[in-house]
């Protein structure tokens, strides 16, 4: 009996023994199976946070200060200069005053006139009044352009819609209106660009012979402001030349949102100021396009915003020049003059929007000093 119960014992320990030793297995199957997936969540981690820091420094900008660049300043601060132009303003916002700094550029357009603006976005109160620019318009017989927009939630992405926003603000009663990308694009050159080595325009925009740009100046989310370089670069390229754009040429399908997670800041206002310059060299290297800027209801966000910002600060007048860089140049000046200019200001060098400027005047677009002459008559 006692022998009995020894081997029973014996039994019990030997399983006991066993079960430790599985136990133990489990254990250790259990902690290599732990350890092998944190190691696997630390890889990951390490390689998120090495995207994340690529990232940042991908996308990382220097701010460029603001500067004036009127002649005047430059000279008196003993500034070097390459060369200058002449940028014409008045501060009568009224179809008379854009009729005379008009006639100060001496222009005589011939042939079919292309009058390029933005139609704005529906909803937007702050575009061209189509009543300022009528007499200017119809004086030359102009054809109002535009190319669908490209980002998401746009009424204009579409050209049938395009047309009916373009009725609702007035532009189809004082011109016709050619949406220039209706029917797909063309390609031409970009000549000295760093990122872009063909523009897609409208594909209608070879059917003019010369291009008057009436911009309406103001802030911009993703540029910093909107001026002349803006509408004749983003403007009057076709819904895929606009992702070109914005992606600095790697991308051209529609919409521009994600291309513009992923571009860097200055190589999105590079290539900006490259097919810019492209729209110049077509038109006979500058001679058969000029422009003119309207400085009232400047709101941080620009024309293609539904709802934008309120306006904060005053009217200013109209500027003129054959030069898009200095005619920009000259409107940044005066924002940066003016006492309520403050959210703008903030607006323009958040994005470090000078630098199309300063990348335009590099590539040999335009000058970015200028000399102010006002066609006022001093009282």
């Given at each position: 009996m006692l022998n009995g119960s020894k081997k029973l014992e014996d039994s019990f320990g030997v399983l006991e023994i066993a079960r430790i030793y599985r136990l133990g297995e489990g254990v250790e199957v259990k902690y290599k199976k732990m350890k092998k997936g944190l190691t696997i969540l630390l890889v990951i981690l390490v390689i998120f946070g090495g995207l994340v820091i690529a990232y940042k420094r991908h996308m990382h900008y220097e701010i460029e200060p603001h500067v004036s660049y009127n002649l005047g300043d430059v000279k008196d601060e003993g500034r070097s200069f390459d060369g200058s132009s002449v940028v014409f303003m008045t501060k009568d916002i009224s179809p008379e005053g854009l009729g005379k700094v008009y006639e100060m550029l001496n222009a005589h357009p011939?042939?079919?006139?292309?009058?390029?603006?933005?139609?704005?976005?529906?909803?937007?109160?702050?575009?061209?009044?189509?009543?300022?620019?009528?007499?200017?318009?119809?004086?030359?017989?102009?054809?109002?352009?535009?190319?669908?927009?490209?980002?998401?939630?746009?009424?204009?992405?579409?050209?049938?819609?395009?047309?009916?926003?373009?009725?609702?603000?007035?532009?189809?009663?004082?011109?016709?209106?050619?949406?220039?990308?209706?029917?797909?694009?063309?390609?031409?050159?970009?000549?000295?660009?760093?990122?872009?080595?063909?523009?897609?325009?409208?594909?209608?925009?070879?059917?003019?012979?010369?291009v008057i740009v009436l911009t309406h100046f103001k802030g911009h989310p993703m540029g910093g402001f909107g001026g002349a370089l803006k509408n004749i670069s983003i403007g009057i390229a076709s819904r895929e030349g606009k992702v070109r754009i914005h992606s600095g040429g790697l991308f051209s399908k529609p919409p521009i949102d994600l291309p513009s997670l992923v571009t860097n800041q200055d190589i999105f206002t590079e290539s900006m100021a490259e097919a810019a310059k492209s729209v110049s060299d077509y038109e006979d290297h500058g001679r058969r396009i000029l422009y003119v800027n309207v400085m009232n209801r400047m709101s941080v966000d620009c024309d293609?915003?539904?709802?934008?910002?309120?306006?904060?600060?005053?009217d200013i007048g109209i500027f003129a020049s054959w030069d898009p860089v200095a005619l920009d140049q000259a409107c940044i000046d005066q924002v940066f003059l003016a006492q309520d200019g403050g959210s703008l200001q903030e607006r323009i060098l958040s994005k470090n929007g000078l630098h199309i400027l300063t990348h335009a005047e590099k590539i040999g677009l335009g000058h970015r000093v200028y000399e102010l002459i006002s066609v006022d008559k001093e009282k």
């Open positions: 011939e042939g079919r006139v292309a009058i390029k603006l933005s139609t704005g976005e529906a909803g937007n109160p702050n575009h061209l009044d189509p009543n300022l620019i009528k007499d200017l318009v119809q004086s030359v017989n102009g054809t109002i352009i535009e190319c669908n927009t490209a980002y998401s939630g746009s009424k204009r992405a579409d050209t049938a819609m395009h047309r009916q926003v373009a009725k609702e603000h007035g532009f189809t009663e004082i011109a016709e209106v050619d949406i220039m990308d209706e029917n797909g694009y063309v390609s031409i050159p970009v000549e000295g660009g760093d990122h872009l080595k063909e523009n897609w325009v409208g594909e209608n925009f070879g059917n003019y012979d010369f293609c915003v539904s709802s934008p910002a309120e306006v904060d600060m005053h």
